[in-house]
């Protein structure tokens, strides 16, 4: 889904510190019909993937799920849209039942064990969130342990496997651009940030202050300024700056997901 950022592992980070501090605890659940009625979410600490989701339904109908991933990122996504009174029956069929909700709230295959991947699952719930974490669950790149409890394996199997033919491809309407220091940046000169977007100076940037990096700044961009945005990453060099207002910085970029803030939250709970 990215286009060629340097460090993985850094872009991962930016892309849940865009979201530090913005969302307190777990969210209740919010009714209407964009609440999202089922959320399943992953992160590695090797290959990320918590800022693309596995799945997303929402009350509204619309549907959200990959149509290709790598090495089980997400890469492309699909959307199906549905009545919103067979949002329900169509989550029951795929494995939202009884059985589902009465799972603990984590089970750890690798307790002690740093470095593991994770699955996060949340439904809506009467007193906020349901929310089934299932660490180190994985035998291979896909293929779920045995004793993962079956609830868990039954709908990860059907959502993994769901793939209706009616589905059409989905982009996002914007795209999340974070831009931290890279004054260090031994590549000169710096690669000039396109004229056409705002310069430091506009109020659509964000700031804030971030203790790993000393501060992060974000700004919306439609996605439609995607292909100047990969052209810009892959023209920039291994070790070369991106030139903003006079100074060098860091860039990746995400996709924006329609109520993320309802998941964003669990951004404070993951492995570092």
Request: with cysteine; net charge positive.
């Amino acid at each position: 889904m990215r286009s060629h950022i340097s460090v993985l592992l850094a872009v991962v980070f930016i892309a849940y510190a865009c979201h530090r501090g913005t969302t307190l605890g777990t969210p209740r659940h919010r009714d209407g019909d964009g609440a999202l009625r089922l959320v399943l979410l992953q992160n590695s600490y090797f290959g990320g993937g918590f800022d693309q989701p596995l799945f997303l339904a929402y009350a509204d109908g619309t549907i959200l799920f990959p149509r290709t991933t790598s090495h089980g990122i997400p890469e492309q996504y699909t959307v199906l849209h549905v009545p919103p009174v067979s949002v329900d029956s169509l989550l029951g069929s795929l494995g939202v039942t009884a059985a589902l909700y009465s799972l603990d709230s984590l089970y750890d295959y690798a307790p002690g064990w740093t470095d593991q991947h994770s699955f996060y699952l949340l439904l809506p719930a009467d007193s906020g969130q349901k929310l089934v974490v299932i660490r180190a669950g994985l035998e291979d790149s896909m293929k779920l342990r045995s004793d993962v409890p079956a609830p868990f394996k039954q709908l990860y199997a059907r959502l993994m496997a769901f793939s209706p033919p009616s589905a059409t491809g989905w982009v996002p309407d914007s795209l999340q651009v974070s831009i931290w220091p890279y004054e260090y940046a031994p590549d000169n000169p710096p690669l000039a940030w396109p004229q056409r977007w705002p310069g430091l100076d506009s109020p659509r940037w964000k700031r804030r202050s971030d203790d790993l990096v000393k501060e992060v700044r974000t700004i919306r961009l439609p996605f439609s300024d995607r292909p100047l945005l990969d052209s810009l990453l892959v023209a920039r060099r291994e070790k070369q700056a991106i030139g903003i207002t006079g100074r060098k910085w860091a860039v990746g970029y995400r996709w924006l997901f329609p109520q993320e803030t309802e998941w964003w939250w669990l951004a404070k709970r993951l492995e570092s």
